[in-house]
């Protein structure tokens, strides 16, 4: 098992940025793959970023240029760096963390990003 613990959300305008943290219950050296996903109102869950092991990065077209996924191994943190934020990023951000290729996929409680215009 392993817990996630996000923080960062929050109310901003159009154009500012926020920081997401995501903190894993087990060593971030033992994370196969960690990442964000978000989920808007009426949609499915999707892809904005991930980082693996390696620190190979992974990102969804629409943040490409905006957000900058990352890790610091002594804080045993990854965060999610959003600049330039639209409205339309306005979403519920979940992390996400996978020990091993062959295993499940943990997820985060989630934490709501509202970007006003």
């Known amino acids: 098992q392993v817990q996630l613990v996000e923080s960062g959300g929050g109310l901003v305008q159009a154009g500012g940025s926020l920081r997401l943290s995501c903190t894993p219950s087990?060593?971030?050296?033992?994370?196969?793959?960690m990442g964000w996903y978000r989920q808007a109102p009426g949609k499915q869950r999707e892809l904005v970023a991930t980082?693996?092991?390696?620190?190979?990065?992974n990102y969804a077209d629409s943040v490409k240029g905006r957000f900058t996924i990352s890790r610091d191994n002594a804080a045993n943190t990854v965060y999610l760096q959003m600049n330039s934020l639209k409205p339309e990023d306005t979403a519920v951000y979940y992390c996400?963390?996978?020990?091993?290729?062959?295993?499940?996929?943990?997820w985060g409680q989630g934490t709501q990003v509202t970007v006003s215009s």
């Open positions: 996400s963390a996978r020990p091993s290729p062959f295993s499940q996929t943990y």
């Open positions: 087990k060593n971030i050296f033992s994370m196969y793959t």
């Open positions: 980082i693996t092991s390696g620190g190979s990065t």
